[in-house]
């Protein structure tokens, strides 16, 4: 693989942290080119991975589809992965169609309507819904034979590979998965009024103050204002209870395209967000500050929503000073043996120990790991096809092989007493090797 990486912050960074150590002799990963409007932050990532001369920095505008394609066409790139802010996924999937070469991306772009209408129905409060611009070129990326690979991070991209393997292997049918985001990660000794962006502020901006969508097969999306759907719920590894609240994010579209054959009838995500960061929001969002639009300020013209992102605090900058983890995974309920299971499976990822190990913050570094096991998937050919897909479309086998192999830590929780009590109990090891062996009775059907 020859791959054209677009954006080099923190998640960036740690994507390609990861894959030296997956790969340190480059037996699959042959050529790296890290881009970035900022040479001087490409550079510096570069020099960040040693003396390792795959790794090369080049300059990108992404709002420009011809330097992308430039670039692919000057390195000779086989692969793009979109590391970029969210508003110019578009254009680094199209610029990766019109160079030839497959794509992943950690998310997709939306663009509510000014005045949603809330209620059912996407049409009703997007121009544009999360992966339906992706979703619609699927024929034209089958006719090309290059494949794409949206949602490729920790959520989206590990829990969508949960949820398909607890589709396939943990249930009989699989009625619900709803997504939690959540943790207890703190700075000691902060004030009321220090706010912390734990990810990309444009991402932050939009997931969380977009109208937030959940999905039922009965009834098909329903959309909310933001901070909708306020729940309780306690996550394991000593994290405790974590109040919740529904955001606009890719899984809600993704799982239903993929997992109703296998029963699916609703699916949700919620996220724990700081009381801080809250009030912050709800006062950026209620002075016009995460607009697109210019605004002249004496004179010079500035979109308020860059200044936000400016003055913020840096994701890659904040990490040595907090402390706990973060929890991600999927709540599942459904049918197991003709009994009712209902699981909680997740990835935990400790910030000293991430900060120790790689020298990223927690939420910058899983989801950095989610990204590179799932371009390793595709590296090593273990995802492949034409098209347009996300990880729920892909065996996960592979995928948590990898995930074992790099101790990057997943469990499950059994929910339902009943069930629990009735049931053999087994270990992750365990119920691993059954899905493994299933997998390979499958492959051999």
């Known amino acids: 693989m020859k791959m054209l990486l677009v954006g080099a912050g923190g998640v960036g960074e740690s994507i390609l942290k990861i894959l030296k150590v997956r790969d340190p002799n480059g037996s699959w990963l042959k050529k790296v080119i890290v881009s970035d409007y900022d040479l ?7 020099n960040h991975l040693g003396e390792d001369s795959r790794f090369i920095a080049e300059k990108v505008n992404a709002k420009d589809i011809n330097a992308i394609i430039d670039l692919i ?33 950690m998310g997709t772009w939306s663009v509510p309507l000014e005045k949603p209408k809330y209620g059912y129905g996407l049409e009703n409060n997007f121009s544009e819904s999360m992966a339906a611009y992706n979703f619609d070129q699927h024929e034209e990326w089958q006719k090309k034979g290059i494949m794409a690979c949206i949602c490729l991070g920790i959520d989206p991209g590990v829990v969508d590979v949960f949820g398909r393997f607890a589709a396939e292997y943990l249930f009989d049918e699989i009625h619900e998965i709803h997504v939690k985001d959540g ?12 706010i912390a962006f734990g990810f990309n502020v444009w991402t932050v901006l939009d997931e969380v103050l977009n109208p937030n969508v959940e999905w039922s097969k009965d009834k098909g999306f329903f959309i909310e204002p933001a901070f909708a759907g306020q729940e309780t719920f306690q ?6 209870s974590n109040t919740m609240v529904k955001v606009e994010h890719e899984e809600t579209v993704l799982m239903p395209r993929f997992l109703q054959k296998y029963g699916l009838k609703k699916c949700s995500f919620k996220i724990s967000l700081d009381d801080s960061l809250v009030n912050a929001l709800k006062v950026i969002d209620g002075l016009g500050l995460r607009s697109l639009e210019d605004v002249d300020v004496g004179g010079v013209k500035v979109r308020p929503r860059d200044v936000v ?16 983890k973060m929890v991600v995974g999927i709540h599942c309920i459904g049918i197991k043996n003709g ?8 990835q935990p990822f400790d910030n000293q120990e991430s900060m120790e190990k790689w020298g990223m913050q927690a939420v910058v570094a899983q989801t950095g790991f989610g990204a590179a096991i799932g371009i390793e998937m595709i590296g090593r050919d273990f995802w492949k096809d034409a098209g347009v897909y996300s990880p729920e479309y892909f065996n ?5 092989e990898i995930m074992d192999e790099s101790d990057f830590e997943y469990g499950i929780v059994e929910m339902d007493s009943e069930y629990k009590a009735k049931q053999d109990k087994e270990t992750m090891a365990e119920i691993f090797e059954k899905a493994k062996m299933k997998n390979v009775m499958n492959n051999e059907k």
Not at 76 to 105: H, K
Not at 183 to 194: C, Q, S, V
Not at 339 to 346: G, S
């Open 40 to 46: 001087k932050r490409a550079e510096e990532v570069v």
């Open 73 to 105: 066409k000057k390195h000779e790139c086989d692969f793009v992965m979109d590391a970029a802010a969210p508003f110019v996924s578009n254009n680094i999937f199209d610029a990766a169609f019109l160079g030839n070469a497959n794509y992943a991306n």
């Open 183 to 194: 943790g207890n990660l703190r700075i000691p000794g902060t004030g009321d009024y220090d």
């Open 235 to 240: 996550l394991p590894v000593s994290v405790g």
């Open 309 to 324: 992102a400016a003055v913020a605090p840096q994701p890659k900058d904040l990490g040595s000073e907090m402390i706990g």
């Open 339 to 346: 009994m009712k299971r209902e699981i909680f499976m997740y």
């Open 396 to 400: 996960p086998i592979p995928y948590l």
